[in-house]
């Protein structure tokens, strides 16, 4: 049997589908029954060796931008074409993408949101309506589903009107450097690196709107007039946020900089650019609380990576975020500022709370697996039944 994979996230390590892209990889690799063809935009990075039974496929478009029109014409036009001229029997697409397989082939497709159909201000230009409108085509023509959360599960069935027989769940898991120990050298070097001292507040994980930067500030803010009202010594930890404005976002991405100054927060918030995926999980172990008041998540990987280093979490309780954290964390409402604050100032005054759901965190996030993740995407594709 040969067995293609859209491996095209390889590149792009760091971002949330790479990490599920290089974990499939490493597990499906352990499996020697067929061969499997990996689908690239480009050639492998440099560190990653890939088994005998396993090659590659490198296809660059003559549109060599990394956008989206080079992503939609790759996924679209070139994949499926090259998938069978390669005589593929499957077909794993690892992300929702705009590939549609011809009938020889099963193909079989992670999702892990449709969050341009639930918010569609993520459509402001037309190259953006056309992809998603391709990738919605994709996912209805897929022989298999398989939803990141059973939130994502249910927007399919109830927005795109996908059978609920063609759909399951499997949850994908955090990279396996969130589960080690952050030894105290290390945690060191990584304060050094970006000027913090163990005990801030965190926000990560994108600035995007829907991430709730906004709220998470503003919450800031009240924390601060709070203790000024009140008469207290100042005691509420600096915020340190990271992230990346990203322009092809643009207008829904926070400019934390911006709103931090029109708050008269500079001298207490410390603003990251983007961090590498190596120094997370000591600025996360560095944390007393990481916050993640998000609007909507297919998923919610950031809360994860957060409870596996045994960082308390305050998140919202919408969409699949409680199916992660379930009650290993604590929730507020998003768009509530003053609850957010409060939750935090909860998290904040009582030591032994947070220590509670360290433990709970740590606990919960081995519940969390990438064997099991690719057991059922390699069952449904070398048996071709349903897992």
């Known amino acids: 049997m040969r067995v293609g994979i859209n491996a095209s996230f390889v590149r792009k390590p760091d971002t ?92 079989i497709m992670v ?133 990346k404005l990203l322009p092809q976002l643009s207008p829904l991405v926070t400019d934390v900089e911006r709103m931090a100054k029109e708050l008269d927060l500079m001298p207490y918030v410390r603003i990251l650019d983007a961090v590498p995926q190596r120094d997370l999980p000591a600025l996360y172990a560095g944390a007393k609380i990481f916050l993640y008041p998000s609007r909507y998540e297919g998923f919610g990987l950031p809360v994860l990576e957060a409870m596996s280093v045994g960082t308390p979490v305050v998140t919202s309780k919408n969409s699949s975020l409680p199916e992660v954290g379930k009650d290993a964390v604590l929730y507020c409402r998003p768009d509530d500022v003053e609850d957010i604050a409060a939750t935090i100032r909860n998290a904040l005054a009582r030591r032994e709370l947070r220590e509670m759901l360290s433990a709970r965190g740590k606990e919960r996030s081995q519940l969390f697996s990438w064997n099991d993740f690719s057991k059922k995407l390699l069952r449904a594709a070398i048996g071709g039944i349903d897992a």
Not at 158 to 180: A, E, M, Q, T
């Open 16 to 107: 949330g589908i790479g990490q599920v892209t290089l974990n499939f990889l490493r597990k499906v690799s352990e499996s020697s029954r067929v061969e499997f063809i990996l689908y690239l935009e480009e050639d492998l990075p440099n560190g990653i060796n890939i088994p005998k039974h396993f090659r590659t496929q490198v296809m660059l478009p003559m549109w060599k931008r990394d956008d989206l029109v080079r992503k939609w014409w790759w996924e679209r036009c070139l994949v499926p074409k090259q998938a069978k001229r390669d005589g593929c029997d499957v077909f794993i697409s690892l992300y929702q993408s705009a590939t549609v397989m011809p009938k020889s082939i099963r193909h």
């Open 111 to 243: 999702v892990h949101d449709i969050i341009p159909k639930l918010f569609p201000e993520y459509l402001n230009n037309w190259r953006k309506r056309l992809n998603w409108k391709s990738v919605e085509r994709g996912i209805r023509h897929a022989d298999k589903l398989y939803a990141v959360s059973s939130r994502t599960e249910k927007d399919l069935i109830r927005h795109l009107g996908i059978s609920p027989s063609s759909v399951s769940v499997n949850r994908i898991d955090v990279d396996p450097i969130f589960k080690r120990t952050v030894t105290p050298e290390r945690s060191a070097e990584v304060m050094q690196k970006y000027h913090l001292s163990p005990g801030y507040l965190y926000f990560g994980g994108g600035l995007e709107w829907r991430k709730n930067a906004e709220g998470v500030l503003r919450a800031y803010r009240a924390l601060l007039d709070r203790e000024k009202s009140d008469h207290l010594a100042p005691a509420t930890p600096p915020l340190v946020i990271s992230g």
